[in-house]
């Protein structure tokens, strides 16, 4: 008989992003970075970290370079972000696009 469950899940967490950004109050970029680094302390695989959006649009993203940029990475640990924008997507140094 088949099972109609997968036999195995990926969890991502994304907290740091969808999260903090309907924060009132402003969340430092050490506090976003120590924040991944606690998901991934954790064991979690997969991580929405950033949004690259406009600052006035979403003010707490206004760090997200400087928050991909300070997170030291874990092998095995896939990082993702939003990006209204796919054109600015490609102008942000050390990153890559799926």
Request: some cysteine.
């Amino acid at each position: 008989m088949t099972s109609p469950w997968p036999k195995q899940v990926v969890l991502c967490d994304v907290s740091p992003r969808d999260g903090l950004q309907n924060e009132c109050k402003l969340v430092t970029t050490p506090q976003k970075i120590a924040l991944v680094q606690g998901l991934m302390n954790a064991g979690l695989p997969r991580i929405e970290v950033t949004s690259f959006v406009s600052p006035k649009a979403i003010p707490q993203m206004a760090d997200a370079h400087d928050v991909m940029q300070g997170v030291t990475r874990k092998p095995g640990v896939d990082f993702g972000g939003a990006c209204a924008q796919p054109k600015r997507r490609r102008t942000r140094p050390g990153l890559r696009t799926r």
